[in-house]
């Protein structure tokens, strides 16, 4: 969840107050990074994955399943055991959103021998057992991305009810503020996007239509003080709170570059890959007890973090803020940040002009300094008393603010000055996957994307508006499947990347080429087909020939690749559909979109078996007998 202050935080009339010293120490703080590590050559290919974990009861008594309300004590337990007696401890772990969420990252970031992707599943089979070692008979952890009852009476043990009420932190319906993290920050930030909305979040999800769903689909709220009937559109289930966002579950990965030149590179071909990796790990089709028409948390994230006002919504003619603003701070890039990207930044793009003229002024290039510009044109959603005025020299935390509370798909990380680390990009977009096998699959398939992405000098780019397009395709129901995206055709003949930044800047062309990109099916970018596209899979192959692997780690990296090759083709089920089947095939299902607690638990109950090893799903995750599993 990144910067995780500890304070006495302010509440938004204050915080409101001090967001233009926020952005203008912030700015400050980022050009005295920029200086003193714009230079910075030759670091090492470093990497590492995030995995978010819910804590799960399974009742077998009740048939029930909760989620557990106990994260920071889970949390509190694995770090005394762990990193606060071990510098060299093999898990780290840290708060999520909600209080029934942990997340887990390996101890160090991985380097660049390719015989460490042999280790990724491994540490993640380490933190699943860590954690699991620490709970309660009943209870599990597990790697779902968003839990179908969410938000449904009794979801969480212990039970709360939800307190719509004038003190309340989210005054939801239907997702108690008891199910938020304990830790400020979350709180702050929940009760700010209230307060600076002027309003409830609104989710609205499509209901997937069965046989005997009613039609139109409208439910009535009976604690509604209104805005519920107001907002909730008919044919949708219906959300209030940033907990049925901010509360599911993902898999990141964070990536080092050599210098600021090939971040910005990876960045930008990475932001092409968003919506196809999305779709490819698509695992979240229930919402509210119901089953949506969509199989990615995307635009609900998007939704439960809105924190725009009316006027800046484009409902309302602006008065009191400065910017009509098109997107959620938790949203698509709006550009990208590369020379090579220049040509196909076709999104309009909202930034603060004077915080833009000033990085000009200060020797940024303006595509960095519109990209800080644009973030910048939010208000700090958390901040805290004891941190208001720090020493712009060596402290970051302003930067930080905004940076961390603008949740894209792709984010660009500055080095921390002082630190060993380098310039890194974060991927944000995938879902988690049930297994470890199945995350170290996705992650190390992002990870060699990376180094054929660098060593072949290869080219994704497309307009942006095009990329915005797909990952609106990628969150439908069967996307991977049933829908096309748009796609670059001749990934060979771009640009030649050069990360000498004036090389690059004079390298590039700006003619319109219409034929550049075309609709493609996953299948056929993961896939490949002849004469129309090479194909992911089949140039990884290719990349993997030509370096020395030991036979260990290629058969590793086979079984990851086959994964990814065969839910692309539909062999393989995503978590989606499979989940979608497994309700659809439940004798208590009656067709009419509604999971009950029996089929949440039963459902849960059996990811549970699948994610620890005793039972095989090969419909989801293919041939037992070729996974790397024990
Ligand atoms: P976030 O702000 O997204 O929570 P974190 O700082 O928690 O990011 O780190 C995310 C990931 O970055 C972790 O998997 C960690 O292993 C990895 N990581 C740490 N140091 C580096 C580095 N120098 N280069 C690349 N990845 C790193
Ligand atoms: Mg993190
Ligand atoms: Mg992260």
């Known amino acids: 969840m990144g910067l995780l202050s500890q304070g006495s935080p302010l509440n938004w009339t204050e915080t409101r107050k001090y967001a233009d010293h926020v952005r203008k ?23 590492g994955d995030e995995v978010e974990y819910m804590l799960v009861q399974l009742d077998k008594k009740n048939e029930k399943a909760c989620l557990v309300l106990n994260g920071n004590k889970l949390l509190e337990t694995l770090q005394e055991k762990g990193e606060n007696v071990n510098p060299n401890h093999p898990t780290l772990w840290r708060p999520e959103y909600g209080s029934y969420m942990i997340e887990g990252t390996p101890g160090q970031p991985y380097g660049e021998t390719l015989s460490e992707f042999n280790t990724v599943e491994d540490n993640m089979g380490k933190r699943r057992k860590e954690a699991s070692s620490v709970l309660n008979k009943d209870e599990t952890l597990c790697t779902i991305t968003s839990f179908p009852r969410l938000g449904c009476p009794g979801f969480t043990k212990p039970e709360y009810r939800p307190a719509p009420v004038e003190k309340g932190v989210s005054r939801s319906l239907f997702f108690p503020d008891q199910a938020i993290n304990k830790h400020p920050r979350f709180s702050t930030i929940t009760r700010n996007v209230f307060h600076r909305r002027g309003e409830r979040v609104v989710i609205n999800v499509p209901i997937f239509k069965d ?24 044919d949708h289930i219906y959300m209030d709170a940033s907990g049925f966002g901010m509360g599911n579950c993902c898999l990141q990965v964070t990536f080092q570059a050599c210098n600021i030149g090939e971040a910005r590179y990876l960045y930008d071909q990475l932001a092409t890959f968003c919506p196809i990796m999305m779709a490819l790990s698509a695992a979240s089709p229930f919402y509210r007890g119901y089953v949506s028409d969509i199989d990615c948390r995307w635009g609900v994230n998007s939704a439960s973090a809105d924190d725009r006002t009316r006027e800046e919504r484009g409902l309302e003619p602006l008065k ?21 990207g220049d040509k196909y930044n076709d999104i309009e793009l909202t930034k603060d002009d004077d915080i833009y003229s000033q990085l000009l002024d200060a020797g940024i290039d303006r595509l960095l300094a519109q990209h800080i510009a644009h973030l910048f044109i939010r208000d700090p959603l958390s901040l805290f008393e004891e941190t208001l005025h720090l020493d712009d020299e060596d402290e970051t935390e302003h930067f930080e603010n905004l940076q961390s509370t603008n949740w894209q798909t792709m984010r660009f990380k500055p080095p921390h000055p002082n630190t060993d680390m380098g310039w890194r990009v974060e991927f944000r977009p995938m879902e988690v996957q049930l297994t470890d096998f199945e995350n170290a ?13 660098l060593s072949y000098k290869l080219d994704f780019l497309i307009p942006l508006s095009k990329v915005d397009e797909n990952i609106k395709v990628a969150q439908k129901r069967n996307a991977v499947q049933e829908d096309l995206f748009y796609f670059r055709r001749d990934i060979f003949k771009g640009c030649t990347p050069s990360f000498d930044s004036t090389a690059a800047q004079n390298g590039v062309g700006t003619n319109e080429d219409h034929e ?9 970018i993961i896939n490949g087909k002849e004469g129309v596209f090479p194909g992911i899979v089949p140039i990884l192959n290719c990349y993997l020939e030509n370096m020395e692997v030991d036979v260990k780690t290629r058969c590793t990296i086979l079984n990851y690749l086959k994964l990814i090759k065969k839910r692309a083709s539909g062999e393989l089920m995503t978590m989606a559909r499979w989940m979608r089947e497994f309700v659809a095939k439940h004798p208590e299902y ?4 509604v999971i009950t607690d029996k089929i949440n638990y039963d459902l849960l ?8 090893g005793e039972e095989q799903c090969p419909e989801l995750i293919g041939d037992p007998a070729s996974t790397t599993r024990p």
Request: glycine share 2%.
């Open 441 to 453: 699959a996705y992650v190390v398939f992002v990870v060699l994307l990376t180094r054929v992405i």
């Open 516 to 524: 550049e990109y075309t609709l493609m099916s996953i299948d056929t």
């Open 25 to 47: 120490h912030g700015i400050l703080q980022f050009l005295n990074i920029y200086n003193k590590v714009k230079d910075r050559q030759k670091d090492v290919l470093k990497w």
């Open 605 to 612: 109950s059996k990811c549970d078996r699948i994610a620890k």
């Open 320 to 340: 009191n803020n400065k910017f009509r603003i098109h997107k959620s701070r938790f949203d698509s890039i709006d550009s990208y940040l590369s020379f090579f």
């Open 211 to 234: 046989k005997n769903t009613p039609t139109p689909f409208v439910e009535t709220f009976p604690e509604d003080d209104g805005g519920a009937v107001r907002a909730a559109l008919p």
């Open 590 to 593: 009656k067709k009419d979109s």
